[in-house]
């Protein structure tokens, strides 16, 4: 067949003649010079010549231009491809678009399309190049058909339009607001669902459904629900989305959804709808499976994904193939692995928070575990198409230092984790799938345990052979056979010294193995059932003792020994302070490492020296601390360790109420900072199970307390170490709990039927304690409801953890427990948790000990100090500032003592002068002859504010003497001089006696917090620059993201004004020159700011 266009592309004035019974159109006026499809100009040899009309009379037509083309010989469609950076692909969403360009006069069928990749999307890497692939065939099947541009000229079996014509052989209805025509309702209907569950209550909800005879076919068949009226289309994403893909919540990975997420299909219902568009006819045998939805009936079909989670979860069934564990709650990650339905990849359940309250169609949750019930509407899916319904989806991730990325598909080699990052002991490659894991795998060393959360799946080899499914591990040469569906493998490694454990869950053979795999010499056929009388009681590994060497114990009892004698020593040999040497990193433009130290810093204990990049407070080493909150006494400490802190102690009694009093999400942990103590805590929130606390609940926390602020390093290792000390906590106490919540509700019914044999029970009991323990078991009978339907997150019971608390039944002390007037009061912590408390207790030295490791590890190497101490030390010498020297000399240490409010009087305009000695600008001080004293005063102090590598006195000048080198100086002038006779025009100016300052007008927000102060806020200049230098730690939290992160970017991501990012930009300058320099010269060339002269 040969193939031209039949115009060229557009007419002049976008208006064309189209004559009765004639197929070729006429441009009204003329035709347009170029011919383009998509983003490609069209040859000339594919088109026919321009015709166009003055008029309707055919007298008044013409031709112009080229003669027509000769086409392209037996070809039936022609694809343009360009790879074109468009507006579309500025869309950081967009990865490709498509459209067909031309259609056939007689049948409509498209003839000639277009695809656009986005060159800005594109990727080479391995693991997206099936993602590539998928999308070039996605794209194809849009201009071959799978548009909604297209849907109006689809024809049936006999050729004849599905929707209706008018005379000139187009669809009677144009849709001008999307620029297509409008199909008839044979085609496409939306239907109204009446009873679309959502957590407001049911509401109607439209969908849109493709009715064409094979799609309605391939959908009923598919879901196994016969009075399916179609195959729903998506209803959101606007044009270009809505109507032109597959549903995403009924088709998740079929390929002709609106969004790849993982595993794209092309499937029967794909090649059904362009079968179903009279152009085509399908060959079903090349269609892939779609797995997902497969065979779920008419309720899945039909309704809200809401409705079916809820219905699922409360007759105790899967929830496949949605989901509802939190990925995230917006501050921590909760995420643990599962398997796709393939079993091709690990997942995450996709399920986060949104910053708004999702929209009522889509609110799929009347309650979540873990976060408050009226919070439940902000969490849905992280795909918006699929109707934020959650489900488990393909994840990409990096490993620390590595820029390269992975997925989490199970056959890419390239996926596979570091050896001593493979905690699970995966297997990567084209033989592997992924595999269900029974318990949380763990490690043992010497009493010790490390418990890895996150995983709830593996991706291990397998092999079909003997008839039988085999599961192979890394670095093992033999596979573990699978003898039935839901068979136990036990695993049992030693690694590394440590004693590694876990469980694998066999799935059916038919589910991994296929015909093909097994070897045509294989006796034993295709997944062939084992004999009952031959299957192992036991499949895995032998028994292992756990390792534990007594020369470990030994060496550990000498560190400790030596850390002691060293620490006394110290004591000893300097009571009064301690020195400190802060080691700085940092990276030039060599590729090699340099490390350099910075002048030691002398603090007191139990004083703190404020400086904006390091400060010593009244806690000299960390402590570790769980506090409870009991409803008696309120916040307290339950065990601190260690108990005998050097120097002055907290009072921890206050930490408990400090910790205790923030509106936190339970299993959160967080940063948080008290500057009134002048401490950091890493902190761990949970919760325990009580029958007698109020609401049930008695709130817990683990917190680590340090001076400095931890690293992302040590904070990622507290959350580690408290969700594995706080797992055995939480399964000894639901376990004993949920048996209380029993006997109390069994009390209760013997209470109301009076049972002859408890009569000596309640014959004592008075009216008023029977409604009080039947007002008890309503509320344990909801408690309990609870627990069953999901509505408190069951944690995994391990016999490891607790002996399930099969007590004797004591009714009388339970009795007891609720009628004594005044009520008992509340049991200790470790009556509630009796099986894992001492175990609890025990284990936290050693995690104190490896937190205090990594903090030491990672706390090098971050930033540098400033230019002086700001506290008077009892050994140090004073030094005065000599009148008459024009050079930089030692400078007094600011004295706690002295109340002189020089500074105070000018906070008003600080922060002006602070952006001048941040940004790395010049400050001169000016005063006559009889004010220098307080000149020099204002001079001493700014300088502690001031940041610089070296130690750089400012110094006081006489009038003409040049100092070129000094940022901040004083300068004696003769009377009625004003800031405007600078000779200097750029040199900010601060006139002591007039309080005029001439300097750059500070719009920025870092230093705003000076804007809001008066000078009767301080009552000394001395709190004025603590105040100060304690505000501007925050400024470091930002200098040091910039630092490892390129500071344009952060300057874009967090919004950070001009005036702020020179500061910002200075002080990488000085912490290395050589990467950031050049930073600094171009924003001064850039600077072309005027300067301001204002009076403070």
């Not at 321009?50 to 009379?57: A, D, G, I, K, L």
């Not at 694809?79 to 007689?106: I, P």
């Not at 610089?948 to 009038?959: E, G, L, T």
Request: charged content about 25%; overall charge neutral; glycine content about 4%.
């Amino acid at each position: 067949m040969d193939i031209v266009t039949e115009n060229r592309i557009k007419c002049l004035s976008n208006l064309y003649y189209m004559r009765v019974n004639e197929k070729r159109q006429s441009c009204v006026l003329g035709c347009k010079n170029e011919t383009s499809c998509g983003e490609v100009i069209i040859p000339d040899e594919h088109l026919y010549q321009c015709r166009y009309c003055t008029s309707p009379y055919s007298q008044n037509c013409a031709v112009t231009g080229p003669p027509d083309g000769i086409g392209v010989p037996n070809t039936d469609f022609l694809l343009y491809v360009s790879a074109v950076l468009s507006e579309r692909c500025k869309n950081v969403d967009t990865v490709a678009y498509a459209a067909h360009c031309q259609q056939e006069a007689d049948l409509d069928r498209p003839i000639a399309g277009h695809v656009n990749l986005c060159p800005n999307a594109l990727s080479t890497a391995l693991h997206d190049r099936e993602v590539l692939i998928s999308t070039v065939k996605h794209e194809i099947l849009h201009a071959l058909g799978f548009s909604a541009g297209l849907y109006a000229f689809f024809r049936d079996d006999n050729g004849n339009p599905r929707t209706r014509r008018n005379r000139y052989n187009k669809p009677v209805s144009l849709n001008k607001r999307h620029g297509y025509y409008n199909w008839d309702q044979n085609t496409i209907q939306t239907i109204i669902r009446d009873d679309w569950w959502t957590a407001e209550g049911m509401i109607s909800h439209p969908v849109h459904i493709m009715v064409t005879p094979r799609v309605q076919q391939e959908a009923q068949r598919h879901f196994n629900c016969s009075d399916l009226e179609g195959a729903e289309l998506e209803n959101q994403g606007g044009d270009g989305t809505a109507f032109t893909h597959w549903e995403k919540r009924l088709f998740e990975n079929e390929a002709m959804t609106g969004t790849h997420t993982q595993n794209p299909v092309y499937s029967r219902l794909t090649l059904a709808l362009l079968e179903d568009s009279g152009w085509y006819k399908a060959n079903y045998s090349a269609a892939e499976e779609l797995l997902w939805g497969r065979h779920l009936g008419c309720e899945f079909a039909k309704k809200s994904c809401g409705e079916w989670i809820r219905n699922r979860r409360e007759k105790n069934l899967l929830l496949t193939p949605f989901c509802n564990e939190i990925k995230h709650d917006g501050k921590r990650s909760l995420a643990t692995t599962r398997c796709t339905a393939e079993r091709d990849s690990l997942a995450l359940c996709n399920l986060i928070p949104y910053r708004k309250p999702l929209p009522v169609e889509y609110r799929n949750f009347a309650f979540l575990d873990e976060i408050q019930d009226e919070s439940a509407i902000y969490y849905g899916g992280s795909v918006e198409l699929a109707d934020y319904c959650p489900y488990n989806q393909e994840f990409e991730w990096k490993a620390p230092n590595s820029t390269e990325r992975r997925d989490s598909r199970c056959e890419l080699d390239g996926n596979f984790t570091p050896n001593q990052a493979n905690s699970i002991l995966e297997v990567y490659g084209n033989q592997s799938k992924c595999f269900d894991l029974a318990t949380f795998w763990t490690e043992r060393k010497c009493g010790r345990i490390r418990t890895f959360l996150q995983y709830k799946a593996g991706c291990y080899q397998y092999e079909c052979s003997e008839g039988r499914l085999n599961i192979g591990l890394f670095n093992e040469s033999f596979f573990y056979p699978c003898y039935f569906t839901g068979q136990y493998i036990h695993i049992r490694k030693i690694m590394n010294g440590w004693l590694r454990e876990g469980v694998i869950i066999c799935p059916s053979c038919e589910e991994i193995c296929r015909p093909g795999h097994f070897s045509f010499d294989d006796k034993f056929g295709y997944c062939q059932e084992t004999n009952k009388n031959e299957i192992p009681e036991y499949v895995g590994d032998v028994q292992l003792d756990e390792p534990c060497s007594a020369c470990i114990s030994r060496c550990s009892l000498i560190f400790f020994l030596f850390i002691f004698l060293i620490r006394f020593v110290h004591n000893f040999i300097f009571p009064a302070a301690v020195i400190y040497k802060l080691n700085l990193q940092f990276l030039g433009n060599h590729s090699k490492r340099n490390e350099m130290s910075v002048v030691d810093e002398t603090v007191v204990w139990g004083k703190r020296s404020i400086d904006p990049w390091h400060r010593m407070t009244c806690c000299p080493e960390a402590i570790f601390t769980v506090i409870e909150f009991c409803q008696a006494q309120g916040p307290r400490p339950l065990y601190t360790y260690p108990a005998d802190v050097r120097g002055p102690h907290l009072d921890m009694d206050s930490v408990a109420l400090w910790l205790m009093s923030a509106e936190v999400i339970n299993g959160s942990s967080m940063i948080v900072y008290n500057q009134q103590m002048a401490i950091y805590a890493c902190v761990h929130y949970s919760t325990l199970l009580d029958l007698h606390a109020r609401a049930f609940q008695r709130p817990l926390s683990l917190a680590l307390l340090t001076p400095v602020k931890p690293t992302a390093a040590v904070f990622k290792e507290f959350i580690d170490a408290s969700r594995h000390l706080f797992l055995p906590l939480l399964v000894c106490n639901q376990t004993l709990f949920k048996t209380d919540l029993i006997r109390i509700i069994n009390l209760a019914k013997t209470v109301e039927l009076k049972t002859p044999d408890k009569e000596n029970l309640f014959s004592s009991i008075s009216k008023s304690a029977m409604i009080k323990i039947q007002s008890v078991a309503d509320q344990a009978k909801r408690m309990l409801q609870r627990f069953e339907n999901g509505g408190v997150k069951k944690i995994m019971h391990n016999s490891l953890y607790c002996n399930g608390h099969d007590l004797v039944n004591n009714d009388v002390k339970i009795l007891e427990q609720f009628i004594d007037d005044p009520p008992v009061s509340l049991q200790e912590m470790k009556f509630l948790t009796p099986c894992t408390y001492d175990g609890f207790i025990k284990a936290l030295p050693e995690v104190y000990e490896k937190l205090v490791k990594a903090a030491q590890l990672h706390s090098t190497g971050t930033l540098f100090c400033a230019a002086t101490p700001v506290l008077k030390l009892k050994d140090c010498n004073n030094h005065n500032l000599d009148d008459d020297s024009t050079s930089a000399t030692s400078m007094n240490f600011l004295d706690e003592n002295d109340y002189t409010r020089n500074l105070t009087t000018i906070v008003e305009g600080l922060d002006k002068i602070l952006f001048v000695l941040l940004s790395g600008e010049k400050l001169t001080l000016w005063s006559v002859e009889e004010r220098k004293s307080l000149g020099k005063d204002l001079l001493k102090k700014l300088n502690l504010l001031r940041i610089c590598m070296q130690r750089q006195n400012a110094p006081w000048k006489k009038v003409h003497n040049n100092i070129e080198d000094c940022q901040l100086f004083g300068e004696s002038v003769p009377r009625k001089t004003t800031v405007n006779d600078s000779k200097d025009s750029m040199l900010c100016v601060y006139d002591v006696e007039s309080r005029w300052l001439k300097c750059r007008n500070y719009k920025g927000k870092l230093l705003s917090f000076l804007s809001s102060k008066r000078s009767d806020s301080f009552p000394s200049d001395y709190t004025l620059i603590q105040y100060i230098m304690a505000q501007l730690t925050e400024l470091c939290s930002i200098v040091y993201l910039a630092k490892y992160s390129d500071p344009n970017e952060l300057r874009e991501r967090l919004q950070i004004e001009e005036d702020d990012f020179k500061i910002i930009i200075n002080l990488l300058a000085e912490i290395d020159i050589l990467k950031y320099g050049w930073m600094k010269e171009k924003m001064k060339k850039e600077n072309n700011l005027g300067m301001i002269t204002v009076k403070i």
